[in-house]
């Protein structure tokens, strides 16, 4: 059984015991063992804050871009090698390795070529700059400018590699080293991540440091210019959140935790239209790949009460079209869950949901064994309004039928119950339908997707995250936001209004001379 190592003040570390052991979810098999028990993780924040951020800060924003691009070049070199361990890892079928390593190959090119536009400078303009006084001469500008602290960034199980590629690309290019904390569960194949990183000596020394194992006593060492962005459950967003050490200090935290997304039919869409066979595309998708277990999957769908019988036939007609089995093999589409420990959390989840509805399809019943498996599950919610249906995430092939009135403000009701989400998705060909809904329910979402016959065929569906558009969300979501492009160096830089005489601040701090960082 491999030991797994964290990679800290510039050498591979192992820790000691207790260890965590890593089990295949396909064949129930240890493969791993990790541990952080015995490592100085006070030295390794010393050693990001002291090495890897002033090598950082002094490179341009441009050279910062061919770091990012060096590394997404060098991760996607090792693609299949990856792959064959994700598989073993995590439960995923081939597609779901590639997607996950192809998540974090693509956001680090995407914001290398970012890093390419803004060029040889070092910070930001914001806006226009602002006569302060009588006269032009007294002039002021804001500006962005690089944080001088180390981000912590503590990952989920379900993206090994997308978690970490899209948190450091953002720290990277805003010049702040990244110490990264990934889930046991999965940290196999994040180690393997973190070795080609590591390996390809892109990198200044303590640019980049990997922790095999718990967050330990991590936290205690943060100050008020270091950062924590955290992916995983509300319950321990909060638990990090209020931590003493960093509510003390002023630590800026950004979560991302637990989202109800909901999927909406809109009473005008007609079944045999481009925007109903969007819906049940990605429905399938949402439910087929990583086996549910994304942030951003579907857990509830808006169905007109009428039309509930038909809807259910036709997206159990294609579920029962996907195989169920053995990741390695590839025909299969739906693999296991992470560990046996997310099988008993989706088993108890849906036995809580069918005691206020109906099992369609599926059920908590294990799908197959060896292994974590777990059949697409349908549940017809008795009422739509019931708060079981709106509070409890089955992180899971599962997804809860709500049957509505078709209005948009039943809509906006029942969708805005789950209390905050990452992304709701709407499919209507009424133009005011949607411009309602989506108004309606995007002060409670990081996202409002919108699908119609206009769209069928082309776009990118409503679970994929994209560095372009913010991912995050408000209230249960965690109230974190990552990506959007430019906005996701902001968590990491400070906003700085820099005042005096009009010529200096302009020529130095400008608009004008920053180009396209403007």
């Known amino acids: 059984m491999i030991t797994l190592e964290s990679y800290l ?14 089990v295949d979810p396909t064949h129930e098999r240890p493969v791993a063992q990790a541990s952080s028990a015995g490592l100085d993780l006070a030295a390794a924040v010393e050693f990001a804050r002291q090495r890897g951020g002033p090598a950082l800060r002094a490179l341009s ?13 060098a991760l996607h070199e090792r693609r299949e090698e990856l792959i064959e361990i994700s598989i073993q890892n995590g439960g995923s079928t081939r597609g779901d390795a590639k997607f996950d390593l192809d998540g974090a190959t693509g956001t680090l090119a995407a914001y290398a070529a970012l890093g390419k536009k803004l060029g040889e400078q070092r910070h930001l303009p914001d806006g226009e700059g602002l006569q302060l006084g009588r006269t032009p001469r007294f002039w002021g500008q804001h500006v962005w400018v690089t944080r001088p602290g180390v981000a912590v960034h503590i990952n989920a199980f379900n993206f090994p590699a997308w978690g970490q590629g899209e948190k450091m690309a953002c720290a990277l290019l805003a010049g702040v080293p990244v110490i990264e904390k990934v889930a046991e569960q999965t940290a196999w194949i994040a180690a393997e ?11 200044p020394e303590g640019a980049y440091q990997f922790i095999a194992g718990g967050t330990g006593d991590l936290l205690e060492h943060l100050g008020p210019a270091d950062h924590v962005a955290f992916t995983g459950s509300a319950h321990t967003g909060r638990l990090v959140r209020s931590h003493p050490r960093l509510i003390e200090r002023g630590v800026r935290v950004s979560v991302e935790a637990d989202s109800l997304n909901a999927h909406v039919l809109a009473p005008d869409v007609a079944s045999d239209s481009g925007a109903y066979d969007l819906l049940l595309q990605n429905l399938v998708t949402d439910m087929t790949q990583k086996a549910g277990q994304k942030c951003t999957a579907a857990r509830r769908v808006l169905v007109p009460a009428e039309r509930v019988e038909a809807f259910v036939a036709d997206l159990a007609a294609q579920l ?9 093999d590839g025909e299969t589409r ?3 869950l992470t560990d046996m420990r997310q099988l008993e959390r989706a088993q108890a989840g849906i036995r809580q949901l069918a005691e206020k509805g109906r099992i369609l399809l599926g059920g908590a019943e294990r799908a197959r064994t060896p292994g974590a498996f777990l059949a697409p599950t349908l549940i017809l919610a008795q009422d739509a309004r019931e708060a079981r249906f ?3 995430e089955v992180f899971a092939p599962v997804v809860s039928i709500l049957p509505y009135d078709g209005s948009a403000a039943q809509a906006i009701e029942l969708v805005n119950r789950g209390g905050g989400g990452l992304v709701c998705a709407l499919y209507s060909n009424d133009d005011g339908w949607t411009e309602a809904v989506a108004l309606g329910v995007a002060p409670w979402h990081g996202r409002v997707w919108i699908g119609s016959d206009r769209l069928a065929g082309q776009g990118l569906p409503p679970s994929l995250v994209l560095p372009q558009t913010v991912h ?8 974190g936001e990552e990506l959007g492009g430019l906005r996701g160096l902001y968590f990491y830089m400070q906003r700085t209004a820099i005042q005096g005489f009009q010529g200096f601040v302009q020529k130095r701090f400008g608009a004008a001379d920053a180009g396209a960082g403007a």
């Not at 050279?63 to 070049?73: C, D, F, I, V």
């Not at 991540?193 to 390809?200: D, F, L, R, T, Y």
């Open 9 to 22: 003040c510039g050498r591979w570390q192992a820790g000691r015991p207790p260890f965590v052991t890593l």
């Open 61 to 73: 924003f441009a050279q910062r871009a061919e770091l990012l691009k060096g590394l997404s070049a």
């Open 193 to 203: 991540v973190a070795k080609v990183i590591v390996g390809s000596g892109l990198l």
């Open 320 to 328: 029962g079209r996907q195989k169920l089995g053995d990741p390695a």
């Open 334 to 336: 739906i693999g296991a």
């Open 390 to 392: 709106h509070e409890l």
């Open 472 to 479: 995050g969300g408000p209230g249960r979501a965690g109230g």
